[in-house]
Every structure is written in C-alpha cells, then in structure tokens.
C-alpha cells in the first residue's frame, strides 16, 4: 500500500481544547519527533504511521455511524502519544502528556485503547503491572465506555504502520510477539463482539470500509483465525 501524507508537516502551536482540530492533533503527534519527511521513514517512528491509519479508520466508522468524525479522528492520531517518552508504560505517559497541555479530555484514548470496553483483563499480551495497573484499573472503572472509546479499541486492531489489515493477522501478529495470557481468548471473544456490534450499527462489514485492504490478507481470514485460536486455546502460558 502507497502511504499517503496526511498534512504538510508544519509544526504550529496547538490552540485551546475547543479548537483542537485533527491538524492541531497532527501536529502534536509529530513535534519534536518529526523535524522532516526522512524523519518519518524511521524505523522507531512507525507507531507515527500506524497512529495516523489509527485517527483516519477512526474516521470513517464514526462518520458512518453519525458520530463526531473529527472528535474520533483526534482520539486516533493521538492514542499512541506516550510512545515518544517511552514503548513501555506508553498509555499513562501519553495521558500525561496530554495534561501538559490541558488536554486530558482527548487523552483518554490513552487510557483505553488498549482493553476492550474499558476492562483491564481484555487486552492483547501481558497487561500492566505494579502502580501502572492500580492506575489504569482505577481509571477504567471510573470510566464508562463510549463509542469513541470503543472505535479506537477497533481500529487500533487492524491498522499498522502500513495501512489497514484484517483484525485476524493483526492479532495474530500481536499474539505471536506479546504472548499468550489466561485472558486471551477472552479478549478474543470481545474483539470479535465488538467488531459485530459496530457492524450491525454500521450496516455494512467492517473491512468493506476500508478498501485497502489487500486481498491477500482478506483471502487468509480463516487461516489467520485457526491459526490465532489454536495459539490462544493452548494451555495458559504467561510470559
Ligand atoms: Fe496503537
């Protein structure tokens, strides 16, 4: 798939929380990580690329869905924030980040990107651990799910840093580096609710939004989801 260039990199002042446009949620992204194109052909920027597939799917579906496209959008492009302080702890950091700038409100998708209807157990891989999960369990409790919340879990599950895939060879890939946890399967079985459930409201199926897809990957959906299940139906194995 050809990457598109969403916007000029043009790094401007972010303005105030009501005007905080997916351009102003763009340029937060990229400063000070991205100084010039080159710099987004680096290796340890491609969770930039995967953010903006991320705010571009969150999008459609909620436009689709006569949601907040723009609002969707933003939560997207910055859900991944924290990963320019660091990979490790990246959902706390990018929600601190976020406060720095009296933005806290979109930050959630910081928070919640990660476990499917705000439930710290349905999440991919290992989950937090120590002060970071008495956090995050504490946020997602207080916290009740929106569609936005909701969109974000979707997407960040089948858009990489090279476009938009199946949510079956993006778990697959995901389960395979992060490992098998007692609540894969049940992260799974959500997953795959949710992916319904949008479909339903849609009134179309997920992957006919996203044209992009290759239709190899389309072709392999079975394979993927064997391959998954028998991963995740194994006997408990915890990193
Ligand atoms: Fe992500």
Redesign the pocket.
């Known amino acids: 798939m050809t990457k598109k260039i969403f916007y000029d990199i043009i790094l401007v002042e972010v303005g105030c929380v009501d005007d905080f446009t997916p351009k102003k949620a763009y340029e937060l992204l990229l400063r000070d990580v991205i100084h010039d194109s080159s710099d987004l052909e680096k290796k340890e920027n491609r ?1 930039i690329w ?2 903006l597939y ?1 705010g571009e799917a969150a999008l459609r579906i909620a436009e689709k869905l006569k949601l907040d496209g723009n609002y969707a959008m933003v939560l997207g492009y910055v ?2 924030i924290g990963r320019k302080i660091s990979h490790e702890g990246h959902p706390i950091y990018g929600y601190q980040y976020m406060k720095r700038f009296d933005l806290s409100s979109y930050g959630r998708s910081c928070l919640t ?1 990660s476990f499917i209807n705000n439930d710290i157990h349905l999440t991919a891989g290992v989950g937090p651990s120590g002060n970071a999960y008495l956090f995050l369990d504490y946020y997602l409790q207080v916290t009740q799910v929106s569609d936005y919340d909701n969109i974000i879990q979707l997407c ?1 599950l089948f ?1 990489t840093a090279n476009g938009f895939t199946t949510i079956e060879k993006r778990l697959l890939d995901i389960t395979r580096r992060k490992g098998v946890t007692e609540y894969s399967k049940a992260h799974y079985d959500s997953v795959m609710e949710l992916k319904a459930r949008i479909e339903k409201r849609m009134g179309i199926p997920l992957y006919q939004l996203f044209p992009e897809i290759e239709k190899e990957d389309l072709s392999s959906i079975s394979q993927d989801q064997e391959a998954l299940l028998e991963l995740i139906e194994q006997p408990q194995v915890k990193k």
């Open positions: 969770w995967h953010s991320v859900h991944d990107h960040d858009c």
